[in-house]
Structure formats: structure tokens, C-alpha cells
């Protein structure tokens, strides 16, 4: 079991540029999410699924696109870079629907945009 | 909304100190509340959790009791280690939104242990 995998590990963009964040899960979880986390700032959520074929926006959802491609894979896409966009973005799984279901978290993969 | 609010950091302590780090919150209802920590580099981990209230949960030496009284859920460690050094995050789960549900975390708190 391999749990939640994030690629890349590290990115570096510059400003404009578009790339895609790939998540996978395979611990047959419902429900995924993207988060971005910022110095003080803790993790913020930016788009999340619930279930395979529905995304819904999180707190901070400008500047991004989601789209959860099967029940195993939930890809975060930036169209056009910038530096506010500098941070570290974990994907995180859940297998149940309720709040008492924790989360799995991937190891983040680490962007910066110049 | 649901809110979550940890103490200021970052804490630093000599090994074999005594740990505590404050977390309380707001929410509707009856949320289940997590402590996950991370360690350099790495994601984030569920360290304990706990469903309702009065609740302890336990790992690691790590505790942390769900207090609805107070709105609290403090984690406590009788006697840290250096290999306890990670950013912790105090987080809360909702259960009244259902598939929705997310976790809404504090703002996470860097402990560093020194020998």
C-alpha cells in the first residue's frame, strides 16, 4: 500500500507558466482534497471531492482547476503561474463521509514561481 | 463556521520536558478533533484523534482529552524527546456535513527539542 503519491516532489515555474500537480490514492477513498500550506498561514483548502465526478472549491480556489479523473486520481492544475502561488500543496484522502474520518496525507510536492 | 485556534509559537524545550500545546474551538454540534503532526520534509500524519466528548485520545506517549466544557483539546506529552521536533496541527471534523465533511485545522505550532 502505497497510501496517497504526489508528483512532482518539486517544481519550479516561472510566472505564466501552466503545469499540472498529480495525486493518486489507492486505499479506495471517496473523498479527496488539495490544500496549500503557507508560512502562518497553516493549511488551507483549495478545491476538494467528495466523491468521483463532483469537485467543489475550497477557501482559496483562484488561480486553480481540479479534476478528479477516477476514483484513484484527483489532479490540481495552475493555468498561469505566479509568485503568490509559491507554497507547498499536499493532496490528502478520506475514506468515510462523516467528520470523523481522518485524513491521509501525500509528502506535498514543493513549487516555486520566479 | 467552524474554527480552530492554536497557541503561538514555535516552543522550544529541553528533553525530557514536560509538553503541552493549546488548542480550542468553534463549531455546530459535535465535531471529532484531530492532532496530526509533520515532520521536516514530509506530509502530514494523524497523530490521535478523538470522536466525542471526554474522549482521550492516545499515541506515542501523546495525549489529548476532547473537553466540550471548554471547547478544548490540548495535547500533552510527559516527557518530550528530541525526535518530537515537527510542526503539530489541531484540527476538527464536522460530522453534521456529511460526504462534504472537511477538516478545518489551526494555524500549527513548531516544537523543537533540544538534548
Known amino acids: 500500500n502505497a497510501g496517497v503519491t504526489q508528483t512532482p516532489k518539486f517544481q519550479v515555474l516561472k510566472t505564466g507558466q501552466s503545469m499540472t500537480l498529480q495525486c493518486a490514492q489507492d486505499m479506495n477513498h471517496n473523498s479527496m482534497y488539495w490544500y496549500r500550506q503557507d508560512p502562518g498561514m497553516g493549511l488551507r483548502l483549495i478545491y476538494y471531492?467528495?466523491?468521483?465526478?463532483?469537485?467543489d472549491k475550497g477557501e482559496v480556489p483562484n488561480g486553480y482547476n481540479v479534476s478528479r479523473l477516477n476514483k484513484r486520481e484527483f489532479s490540481l492544475r495552475l493555468e498561469s503561474a505566479a509568485p503568490s502561488q509559491t507554497s507547498v500543496y499536499f493532496c490528502a484522502s478520506k475514506g468515510g463521509s462523516g467528520g470523523a474520518y481522518e485524513q491521509y496525507f501525500g509528502p506535498g510536492t514543493r513549487l516555486t514561481v520566479t | 463556521g467552524d474554527s480552530v485556534t492554536q497557541m503561538e509559537g514555535p516552543v522550544t524545550l529541553s528533553e525530557e520536558a514536560f509538553l503541552t500545546i493549546n488548542c480550542t474551538y468553534t463549531a455546530t454540534g459535535y465535531p471529532s478533533l484531530f492532532w496530526y503532526v509533520q515532520y521536516p520534509g514530509e506530509g502530514l500524519q494523524l497523530l490521535l484523534k478523538?470522536?466525542?466528548?471526554?474522549d482521550k485520545g492516545s499515541n506515542k506517549g501523546f495525549e489529548a482529552t476532547y473537553r466540550k466544557e471548554t471547547t478544548s483539546f490540548h495535547l500533552e506529552k510527559g516527557s518530550v524527546q528530541v525526535s518530537d521536533s515537527a510542526v503539530y496541527f489541531c484540527a476538527l471534523g464536522n460530522p453534521y456535513t456529511g460526504a462534504n465533511s472537511k477538516l478545518t485545522f489551526g494555524k500549527g505550532i513548531t516544537l523543537s527539542v533540544r538534548p
Open positions: 478523538a470522536t466525542k466528548a471526554d
Open positions: 471531492s467528495a466523491s468521483e465526478g463532483t469537485t
